[in-house]
Structure formats: structure tokens, C-alpha cells
């Protein structure tokens, strides 16, 4: 599967499309106006809180809770995330990494941060 297929259809899969309304009519952004696609993988002031937020063990019913309100499995996304990166985003690999140490437990703010990153892609 070509590259920007396999990362389009993850994105919809997920519902993290980040094409605008602007983008579908055909109609580009002003200056004034800013798209919805992050500019960086992570941004620099959210690296000391990743390292502050610990989540509830895996398996634990804390984390079942917390991947049932987030709406998808933190591996499984971490984990197609690991693909792209290997096949065609070298740039995320700094974000999927630091962000793979927090896989066992994983908070709130480290799923946020993975879609982040997915929206990024």
C-alpha cells in the first residue's frame, strides 16, 4: 500500500481527519486564518509534563476506563504509528518514542499528546 494511502485511511479510520471544510472546497487559508494540522509532533513545553503525568497501570479497571473515554487502545495506535514513522515519517520519530516509554501507563495527557501526533502525520 502506497505511504499516503496507509496514513490517509488511518487518520479516518481513527475519525482524526484533519482536512478542513477550506481544504475541500478547493479554497486555500489566508494569513489570518490557521489550519487544523498541527505544526510539530509534539510541541517543546508539553515534553516535562509527559514525564509528570502517570497513568493507571495497564489492565487495571482505571485503564480500561481511560481507553474507553479516549476511544481507542494507546498500543494500537502507538503501533501504527511505529509503521509510519518506519515506512515514510521520519520526522514523528522523536514523538513515538518518548512516547512509546509511557505504554504501560499511559494518562490522559499522553493519549492526547498520541493524537496529537497522528493528527500531525
Not at 7 to 19: A, K
Not at 60 to 77: D, H, M, N, Q
Amino acid at each position: 500500500m502506497h505511504a499516503k494511502a496507509y496514513l490517509e485511511r488511518f487518520l479516518q479510520t481513527h475519525g482524526w481527519d484533519t482536512e478542513s471544510d477550506n481544504e475541500k472546497n478547493g479554497t486555500f487559508y489566508t494569513d489570518s486564518m490557521k489550519s487544523s494540522k498541527p505544526l510539530s509532533p509534539l510541541s517543546s513545553d508539553c515534553l516535562e509534563q509527559l514525564f509528570n503525568h502517570i497513568g493507571p497501570k495497564e489492565h487495571s479497571p482505571e485503564a480500561i476506563a481511560l481507553e474507553k473515554t479516549a476511544g481507542f487502545s494507546y498500543r494500537t495506535v502507538l503501533g501504527e504509528l511505529m509503521y509510519a514513522y518506519i515506512t515514510c515519517q521520519p520526522d514523528i520519530g522523536y514523538a513515538i518514542t518518548t512516547l512509546s516509554k509511557f505504554s504501560s501507563a499511559p494518562s490522559a495527557f499522553h493519549y492526547k499528546q498520541l493524537q496529537h501526533v497522528a493528527k500531525y502525520v
